[in-house]
Protein backbone atom coordinates (compact mmCIF):
# COMPACT_ATOMS: atom_id res chain seq x y z
CA UNK A 1 0.00 0.00 0.00
CA UNK A 2 1.42 3.30 -1.53
CA UNK A 3 0.74 6.73 0.27
CA UNK A 4 1.78 10.33 0.65
CA UNK A 5 2.89 11.94 3.96
CA UNK A 6 1.33 15.44 4.09
CA UNK A 7 4.08 17.68 5.41
CA UNK A 8 3.19 20.50 7.13
CA UNK A 9 4.26 24.18 5.99
CA UNK A 10 7.21 25.67 8.16
CA UNK A 11 6.26 27.62 10.74
CA UNK A 12 6.35 32.21 10.05
CA UNK A 13 7.58 33.71 12.51
CA UNK A 14 7.18 38.00 12.26
CA UNK A 15 8.61 40.34 14.53
CA UNK A 16 5.80 41.90 17.24
CA UNK A 17 6.28 45.46 18.43
CA UNK A 18 4.61 46.21 22.21
CA UNK A 19 3.72 49.64 21.80
CA UNK A 20 3.69 50.87 25.35
CA UNK A 21 7.42 49.77 26.07
CA UNK A 22 8.69 50.82 22.52
CA UNK A 23 10.78 53.98 22.25
CA UNK A 24 11.77 54.73 18.89
CA UNK A 25 15.60 53.92 20.04
CA UNK A 26 16.05 52.23 15.85
CA UNK A 27 18.89 49.10 17.49
CA UNK A 28 16.23 46.98 16.01
CA UNK A 29 16.44 48.43 12.60
CA UNK A 30 19.96 49.15 12.11
CA UNK A 31 20.38 45.13 13.36
CA UNK A 32 17.55 43.80 10.84
CA UNK A 33 19.54 41.94 8.12
CA UNK A 34 16.52 42.02 6.36
CA UNK A 35 14.90 45.46 6.24
CA UNK A 36 11.98 44.28 8.40
CA UNK A 37 11.94 46.70 10.45
CA UNK A 38 11.40 50.74 10.02
CA UNK A 39 11.13 53.60 12.50
CA UNK A 40 7.81 55.59 12.02
CA UNK A 41 5.49 57.85 13.71
CA UNK A 42 2.27 56.03 15.72
CA UNK A 43 -0.79 57.36 14.50
CA UNK A 44 -3.71 58.85 16.58
CA UNK A 45 -5.91 56.23 16.84
CA UNK A 46 -2.74 53.76 18.08
CA UNK A 47 -1.68 56.69 20.43
CA UNK A 48 -5.19 56.37 21.83
CA UNK A 49 -4.85 52.50 22.65
CA UNK A 50 -1.54 52.85 24.52
CA UNK A 51 -1.65 52.57 28.65
CA UNK A 52 -0.47 55.78 30.61
CA UNK A 53 3.23 55.35 30.96
CA UNK A 54 3.24 54.32 26.73
CA UNK A 55 1.53 57.76 26.00
CA UNK A 56 4.04 59.44 28.51
CA UNK A 57 6.48 57.09 26.85
CA UNK A 58 5.30 57.75 23.64
CA UNK A 59 4.99 61.85 24.09
CA UNK A 60 8.40 61.89 25.58
CA UNK A 61 9.93 60.34 22.08
CA UNK A 62 7.72 62.32 19.50
CA UNK A 63 5.34 59.11 19.11
CA UNK A 64 8.50 57.55 17.28
CA UNK A 65 8.44 53.65 17.33
CA UNK A 66 9.46 50.45 15.02
CA UNK A 67 7.23 49.28 12.88
CA UNK A 68 7.35 45.58 11.12
CA UNK A 69 7.01 47.13 7.58
CA UNK A 70 8.59 43.70 5.69
CA UNK A 71 7.32 41.07 7.81
CA UNK A 72 7.26 38.67 5.32
CA UNK A 73 10.86 38.68 5.04
CA UNK A 74 11.50 38.20 8.39
CA UNK A 75 13.99 34.87 8.47
CA UNK A 76 13.37 35.06 13.11
CA UNK A 77 17.47 35.35 13.01
CA UNK A 78 16.31 37.50 16.40
CA UNK A 79 18.75 40.15 16.53
CA UNK A 80 15.92 42.53 16.76
CA UNK A 81 14.82 40.96 20.12
CA UNK A 82 17.97 41.43 21.73
CA UNK A 83 19.22 44.71 20.74
CA UNK A 84 15.98 46.68 22.17
CA UNK A 85 16.69 47.97 24.66
CA UNK A 86 13.52 48.45 26.01
CA UNK A 87 12.75 44.95 25.30
CA UNK A 88 9.59 45.76 23.42
CA UNK A 89 10.61 43.20 20.20
CA UNK A 90 9.36 39.84 20.29
CA UNK A 91 8.80 37.42 17.53
CA UNK A 92 5.82 35.73 17.19
CA UNK A 93 4.07 32.71 15.03
CA UNK A 94 2.05 33.78 12.35
CA UNK A 95 -1.48 33.56 12.70
CA UNK A 96 -3.61 33.34 9.86
CA UNK A 97 -6.80 34.16 11.75
CA UNK A 98 -5.27 37.43 12.24
CA UNK A 99 -5.71 39.74 8.60
CA UNK A 100 -2.06 41.10 9.47
CA UNK A 101 -0.77 38.04 9.31
CA UNK A 102 -2.28 35.78 6.86
CA UNK A 103 -0.73 36.42 4.20
CA UNK A 104 2.83 35.55 5.48
CA UNK A 105 1.38 32.63 7.50
CA UNK A 106 0.41 31.43 4.45
CA UNK A 107 3.53 31.86 2.60
Known amino acids: ???TIAMAAPQRWVP???RNRCEGVGD???ACPQ???ALGTLGLFERRALSLSGQLRGWAHDWRQAF???PQDCHACGRCVAVCPERAVTLVAADTNN???A???AY
Do not use: F, K, R, Y
Request: glycine content about 10%; hydrophobic content about 50%; some cysteine.
Open 1 to 3: MSG
Open 35 to 37: GVL
Open 28 to 30: CVV
Open 99 to 101: PAH
Open 103 to 105: SIA
Open 68 to 70: AVQ
Open 16 to 18: HID
